[in-house]
């Protein structure tokens, strides 16, 4: 398991947002992540999947029985954040937060760092 990143790339913050709401299949989780980004980061299947390969290795989701899965032909499986992923996905706010807090003032014509 490798450590995470830090900063996270933009599309593995909205993807573990989206399972933070609960288990989503990957249609769900593509389609959540085009609501939070108003449609700006837009997530084909074969990179989706790519990603939550390596989510899953990381250990940040895991599968889980999609209700009526049973009936189905078996293909479809959904995701849920494991509490490393949320641990992950709760850094990664917190660090963005940190960023904004030193940079709003900066924006609102006050002392900054950067002057």
């Not at 189905?72 to 850094?91: I, M, N």
């Amino acid at each position: 398991m490798r450590p995470a990143p830090n900063p996270l790339a933009p599309r593995d913050l909205l993807v573990l947002s989206a399972l933070a709401g609960g288990p989503l299949h990957g249609y769900g989780i593509i389609k959540a992540v085009e609501a939070e980004s108003d449609a700006a980061k837009l997530l084909d299947p074969a990179n989706l999947y790519r990603l939550l390969r390596r989510m899953r290795a990381d250990g940040w989701v895991e599968e889980v029985p999609e209700a009526g899965a049973a009936e189905a032909d078996g293909r479809r499986r959904a995701y849920r954040l494991t509490t490393r992923g949320r641990d992950v996905l709760l850094s990664e706010v917190e660090r963005l937060e940190e960023l904004l807090s030193r940079v709003r003032p900066v924006l609102a014509g006050g002392p900054g760092r950067w002057e």
